[in-house]
């Protein structure tokens, strides 16, 4: 018997296909180990409606630490629904001393595409900034997250000025007063004439979710082709941007805590030797990345 299957059908079994074909690709092996026990986010169980796609993880991720409850935020993107091609943002509190996932839960849940989660704690909230596809471009949001896992409403990271467009990678710290959060986006500047260059901008953001600056701060060099994947930390009073210029090289940038304000020079990490002295003293041992456990 001829068996027809109609062009829809056929896009489901290719999809299905497809998941069970690659899915072990994008399993999250690299477990999180905080005590004898490991665990593997990508299979925490969420509420029976928001369940994320198994297996279908898409980095990065971030995490914040709370001295208070002596407990981590960990942060990701996931896809969710039937399409599994947008992704929405989850978060899980780990306990420090047991490794127990003490509550899972969404962050965002929206029909648009959300990536690129980084996450910081302020000593009272957390916030967690992400890219989130908003036709015609990608822009920056963010949420505060309580200690209880409460998130309040999403709210837009950007000045007008200068206008920017397709801002993805963010990343975000605090140094005891405010937050300043940095992406990579595209600008438009003049040389001779208007052309379109990507570079890292920047902003601060108060314990409320209000900008302290009037503009974004444009941290990096002008690239032709250059400017991606932005870190920041700080040393509890002024903030430190990396991010990766053409070439692949390391780059290195510190903005003032006080006024947003980026300081030169602009170090050059990857040309620098450690022993070479052409590295500031202050910036070797000083700075301390949230990011380590």
Not at 1 to 6: G, L, V, Y
């Amino acid at each position: 018997m001829r068996i027809i299957i109609k062009y829809k059908e056929k896009c489901k079994i290719l999809v299905l296909f497809l998941i069970f074909a690659i899915s072990p690709l994008f399993s999250l092996n690299n477990t999180c180990s905080l005590s004898s026990q490991s665990l593997v986010l990508s299979e925490i169980k969420f509420d029976p409606i928001l369940y994320p796609v198994p297996g279908f993880l898409h980095y990065p991720f971030d995490i914040a630490y709370n001295p208070l409850r002596t407990e981590f935020l960990v942060v990701w993107a996931q896809p969710t629904g039937d399409d599994y091609l947008l992704d929405d943002i989850y978060g899980a509190f780990i306990d420090e001393e047991t490794g127990n996932v003490s509550k899972s839960f969404p962050i965002t849940h929206f029909p648009s595409d959300q990536k690129w989660p980084t996450v910081a704690f302020d000593g009272i909230n957390y916030l967690a900034v992400w890219a989130d596809y908003s036709l015609p471009s990608w822009e920056i949001y963010g949420s505060f997250v309580d200690q209880n896992g409460n998130v309040y409403p999403q709210f837009r990271i950007r000045a007008d000025d200068p206008a920017g467009r397709d801002l993805t990678n963010p990343s975000v710290a605090f140094n005891g007063q405010n937050y300043l959060v940095v992406w990579s986006g595209v600008y438009e500047i003049t040389i001779a004439n208007p052309v379109f260059r990507r570079m890292i901008a920047g902003i601060r953001i108060d314990r409320q979710g209000n900008h302290l600056d009037p503009v974004n701060r444009i941290i990096s060099q002008i690239e032709r082709d250059g400017n991606y994947l932005p870190n920041v930390s700080s040393d509890g009073v002024d903030f430190l941007v990396t991010w990766v210029i053409m070439g692949g090289e390391l780059a290195a940038r510190r903005v003032k805590g006080n006024n947003g304000i980026p300081q030169l020079p602009i170090l050059s990490l990857s040309q620098t030797l450690p022993d070479s002295g052409r590295v500031p003293n202050q910036f070797l041992g000083r700075w301390k990345t949230r990011k380590n456990i």
